[in-house]
């Protein structure tokens, strides 16, 4: 019914339109092109935020939360920023960004951003699509041979062995950029596969290539594009472009989208001279409660980021600021261009943002652990896509994508109402409380009481 209306209204407001004096008519056609123009720019600061629909009292509310969380001792720091129509309405920094040090967090400070990595390398895979490297629905075999023997769990036996069968077909393009392919990750070790996956050290290979010959010989958790599971696609992704181009996945992402969006901070490491703008890194101490700086993650030993990977991960190995994401986010909130430069076509945005899973996969899943999914949330290509907010039960509009990152990290982008949010922490498992992505859109939107600006 409400798609119905707002069909509705467009065309009632066409026939107004059309009814109106030329003048007026010019005259809201030169609106539109002024604000498309401005839209193309990107994340000057907001005269008020009154200007951009929001209520200053309510949206006070955003920062007492989160100056809270870091006065509760769940996080030693964090930042926050929201734009709209390109404006930044609030950009807040909060507590420290070391507890050993004291040093105060600010905006310059450089974040892991782990799988915030995803959208980013989805989008330098996307570049390729438009150049006609590849289809949705290619084979992902056609560029990883490699895959052509994989196996597919049946099922497990209570001894926790595997029962395997053949590949009914292989995983596609699409499945692979929708955690729909069947492939594991190892950030748990609950499924046989996941075990396997930690057990040959998939994402500590060396190199992609070597990530590409360990996952070969592990099966799929499932046959292709018959239930969702987050996995370690992201990073066969980033060996696809690798393939396809012939440069790193690093040396790719900086000359196709890093300069020209200006993201001067975003890498796979910190270099020296800026080590002391990286945010120290955190998880809860289960005896005392209390966080402490993390020595491991996922099983490994926590690396540094202060020089070259071994493995370039495009699933979660990237460190950025705020600012540099938002940089990124308010490019896909302006369908692919910044300041002047196209990144993607506004086509291949709305592609990305699309839900590509089919129904029965979602009630296959309704996802696992990572989120939760059914007919109103749904995965498109490395993005989560709430297709109906309202029945999401969510406040923001219909057609935000989002994700998060391990050590806590989140944004969204809501193209209803042309706003961004970059949320920052350096959390591992969680951040104590009720959860900041969820909290973050209902105090932004309770504070957007006039979205009509």
Request: glycine letters at 12%; hydrophobic letters at 40%; charged letters at 20%.
């Amino acid at each position: 019914m409400l798609r119905i209306t707002k069909r509705l209204a467009v065309g009632l407001a066409a026939v107004s339109l059309a009814l109106a004096p030329a003048s007026v008519g010019h005259a809201q056609s030169a609106k539109r092109a002024t604000a498309a123009s401005a839209k193309a720019t990107g994340l000057s600061m907001a005269s008020s935020p009154e200007a951009l629909g929001f209520d200053s009292a309510r949206l006070a509310k955003l920062d007492a939360y989160m100056a809270g969380v870091v006065a509760q001792g769940r996080v030693p720091g964090m930042t926050t920023l929201l734009a709209r129509h390109g404006k930044i309405v609030s950009y807040k920094t909060y507590g420290k960004k070391s507890l050993a040090t004291g040093a105060p967090m600010t905006e310059d400070t450089i974040f892991r951003i782990y799988s915030m990595t995803k959208p980013i390398t989805g989008v330098a895979l996307m570049i390729l699509f438009e150049e006609g490297r590849w289809r949705l629905d290619d084979p992902v075999t056609r560029y990883i041979p490699e895959f052509k023997t994989l196996r597919v769990v049946k099922a497990v036996n209570p001894d926790g062995t595997m029962v395997l069968e053949d590949m009914k077909r292989p995983p596609t393009m699409r499945e692979i950029m929708s955690h729909t392919a069947g492939f594991g990750y190892g950030l748990q070790d609950e499924h046989p596969v996941d075990k396997m996956y930690r057990e040959k050290q998939v994402l500590g290979a060396n190199g992609l290539k070597d990530m590409i010959d360990r996952t070969a010989q592990i099966p799929l958790v499932f046959q292709p594009g018959t239930s969702w599971r987050y996995s370690s696609s992201v990073d066969i992704q980033g060996y696809i472009v690798e393939r396809l181009t012939g440069q790193t996945l690093g040396q790719f992402m900086a000359e196709r989208i890093f300069k020209p969006l200006k993201m001067n901070d975003t890498a796979f490491y910190v270099p020296a001279g800026k080590a002391g703008r990286l945010a120290a890194l955190y998880v809860a101490n289960r005896e005392t409660g209390r966080i402490e700086e993390a020595k491991s993650i996922f099983g490994n030993d926590a690396p540094t980021y202060l020089s070259p990977p071994n493995m370039e991960s495009g699933g979660g190995g990237l460190v950025g600021t705020t600012m540099d994401y938002a940089r990124f986010a308010q490019m896909i909130a302006n369908k692919g261009v910044l300041d002047g430069v196209r990144i993607l076509s506004p086509a291949s945005v709305e592609l990305m943002g699309t839900n590509v899973i089919s129904k029965d996969a979602l009630v296959a899943s309704n996802g696992n652990g990572v989120s939760r999914f059914n007919e109103a949330v749904g995965f498109g290509l490395d993005f989560m896509v709430v297709k109906n907010a309202r029945e999401a039960g969510t406040l923001e509009g219909d057609g935000t994508i989002s994700w998060g990152g391990a050590a806590g990290t989140w944004f969204w982008v809501d193209p209803e109402n042309d706003l961004i949010f970059v949320g920052m922490i350096q959390r591992l498992g969680g951040s104590g409380g009720d959860d900041l992505g969820a909290m973050s859109r209902t105090l932004v939107y309770q504070a957007l009481v006039d979205p009509s600006k």
